[in-house]
Each structure stands twice: as C-alpha cells, then as structure tokens.
C-alpha cells in the first residue's frame, strides 16, 4: 500500500473533478483524481447529451453556467482542442397558456441575472426551427448564448491539461474509506493506496452519498436513471435546442437538438423517477419519446436511432446541487448533486470550488454557494429542470 501527500485529494473524475484538477493544478496545487473506473469521465459524463445552457430559474446556477459557456465557447483558442462547441441556444416552446405564463414570468429573474433571453412569436421561432409542429404554438423562449459541445473530447482535453500540470490520475481505483483525526481527514484509503491530502472534495457524481457517509455524513443525492438517445446523422434542419415542458404519460418533460455532426440526441424525464443505479437501456423509452419527438416535429417521423443508453441523475430533494465545506470536517469539501446538469455546471463551477480552496471567493460566488448550500432546507424548487 502507498502513501503520498497531496494539496487536494479529489474523489470522482468526471464532468466536475476534472476541470476542478485542472485549474487547481492552474493555481499551483499538487492534485490527485481517484477514480473506480478506466479513464475519465466514465460515469455520467460520457452519457450526458451535450447540452449546455445558462437558461435556469436560479440565479446560482445562471451564474455558473454563464461562466461554463464562456470556457467552453474558447476551449479551442485557449488549449488548441476542438471539443465541438457549437452555439445554437436553447428554446422552450410554449403550447399551453400555462406554460407560455410560466416562462414569461421566468425571463424577470434570468434577465435580472443578465441572461440573454427573448420571446420569439410563433412565426419567428419557426426560422429558427423550419420543421417545428406549429399547431397551437403560442411562442417559446430563446436564449443564443446556449449552446452544445461533446462530453468526451471535453473531459479527454481537460484531463490531458490537467496532466500537463502534475495533476495525478488514479483509474480503477475505488475509494473505500476515509481516515478521521481531530476533525480532520487524514487519509483517503482506496483498493490500492493510502493518500493524504490537505484538503479532499467529493465530486463522486452517482456515488456522491457513499462517499459522503465515509466521512460520517448522510448527504441527500439519489440516483434517478435517464434515458437518451442518438440518430444517425442527417441534413441540418434544426436551430436550437428544444425543451418541452408539458407532462405526457410516463414523462415531464423531454429535449433534443441536432449537433455538430448532423446527429439528433434526445433524452427526457420520466416520471415517476426510476431511481436506482441500473444502467440497462429499457424497451419503453424509444417508443415513448418518439410520440413525443413527432407530435413537436413530425419532420422526425422516420428518423433512424443508431444507439440508446442509460444513465443516471444524481438528484437532491430541491434540484439544486450541494456545493461547499462541511462543518463536521473543516477539511472535507463537496460538489455533488449536479441533477443531470454535471457537464453543463462543471467547468463554471471548477472555478469557484479553486477560489473556495485558496481562499478568493468573490461576491458572484458567494451568491451561487449560498443557493448550493450543504445545510440548506431544500424546501425551494427547480422551476426548469
């Protein structure tokens, strides 16, 4: 068994540990990632559908992620990577009074946290997608700066930065406890190793709570499977991103954009929640979502899907993730709970969990922390989940 000391002990490299190694390695501290799989970012990362938005009822996670959109937007310029950015917005059609009023409303606080965002009346946002079911359209919401980026190329360029930095990775390595001193912790045990570290961050995704209860804490992330899909690749003919929040049997809502590649990815939510930590593809999602698919664009009738998959959403009872220092551990740090929303909140939030270590935290950070709380009520809701 080894033993090593390290600044930051990170637990988890995927879509938040990564680029939090990276830019701790940036600001100058010695980094391992410990991770029970292969090679990053294959947990939830790899299933997640690339979307990457701004547009969130909460000015937290506004914050955040506006901050992601801009490291993504100049991921090529700054590391000479192509990760695919690619800026087509995100659009919530409104077909319903209801939800028309709902987003309307919405656009007070996300203007309010300087996101770019518009109605669009039904003619012009069917410029921006020509095929859209027309049908009792009242109108939808658009925010440009959203855009998309592949999950893979991104957690492959930043962990390979990372590396360049003296970042350590540990792959197939499963964390199994944790060493508990005075209040502090002493140690991170793993199947191979022994590692000390000034100051150790759960970024565990789906995992987030059995790493947490090593540390003697009951933190309230539960896995919820999703389902998503990809088509093969045909002519561009869609704008943004489209999410469709209307309820239909066995779901709440559900999304999809065409990419880079002329690809169409979907996914949606189902309701009641699977939770549960099963990654088999089930033969009741295809069918269900592509009745939804064709009733907003029937243009995607014949459509041919090349693969489904299954992942899972680390959720928190409110739909906010929990992000800071614990007070049982004054060394023991979190970001888990991202709710789906890992690879579109991570680079962002990378950010702030590096000023939170080091001590620079700024007011816009200390807003988005305070909506992230650990020891929050949860009794608030995510309005645009």
């Not at 991103?241 to 065409?258: A, E, I, W």
Request: hydrophobic share 35%; glycine share 12%; charged share 25%.
């Amino acid at each position: 068994m080894s033993s090593k000391a390290y600044d930051l002990i990170i637990i988890g490299g995927g879509s938040v540990g990564v680029p939090t190694a990276l830019d701790a390695a940036r600001a100058g501290l010695k980094v391992l990632v410990v991770d029970a799989l292969p090679s990053p970012g294959q947990g939830e990362n790899k299933k997640a559908i690339g979307g990457i938005r701004a547009t969130h009822s909460d000015g937290g996670k506004i914050a955040v992620c506006r901050a992601s959109i801009d490291i993504f937007r100049t991921w090529d310029e700054t590391y000479g990577t192509d990760i695919h950015w690619r800026a087509n917005g995100y659009s919530f059609p409104a077909y319903t009074l209801e939800t028309e009023t709902s987003l309307k409303t919405l656009m007070n606080t996300q203007k309010s946290f300087g996101l770019d965002i518009e109605w669009l009346d039904p003619a012009d946002y069917r410029k921006l997608n020509p095929f859209i079911n027309m049908e009792g359209l009242r109108g939808s919401t658009y925010s440009p700066g959203d855009g998309s980026a592949s999950p893979l190329l991104f957690i492959e360029s930043a962990a390979d930065e990372a590396k360049k930095r003296g970042t350590e990775f540990l792959f197939n390595e499963k964390v199994t406890g944790l060493t508990i001193e005075a209040g502090r912790i002493t140690a991170v045990e793993s199947s191979k190793g022994r590692y000390s570290g000034g100051q150790v961050l759960n970024c565990a995704g789906a995992f987030g709570r059995e790493v947490a209860r090593m540390a003697g804490l009951d933190t309230p992330v539960t896995p919820d499977a999703h389902e998503g899909a990809i088509s093969e690749p045909v002519a561009r003919m869609m704008g943004p991103m489209v999410v469709d929040l209307r309820k239909r049997p066995g779901s709440t809502n559900f999304y999809f954009y065409q990419a880079s590649g002329g690809q169409v990815i979907f996914c949606l939510t189902p309701d009641p929640p699977d939770w549960g930590i099963d990654t088999r593809a089930t033969s009741r999602f295809l069918p269900m979502i592509a009745r939804r698919m064709i009733e907003v664009m029937p243009a995607l009738a014949n459509l041919k899907v090349r693969r489904t998959w299954r992942g899972h959403y680390p959720m928190t009872p409110d739909g906010f993730p929990i992000v800071g220092q614990m007070k049982e551990l004054d060394n023991f740090y979190q970001a888990v709970g991202l709710c789906g929303q890992g690879f579109m909140l991570g680079p962002g939030l990378a950010r702030i969990l590096v000023r939170m270590l080091t001590g620079r935290l700024t007011e816009e950070d200390q807003m988005a922390l305070g909506h992230f709380d650990p020891y929050r009520s949860f009794k608030e809701k995510e309005k645009l989940h």
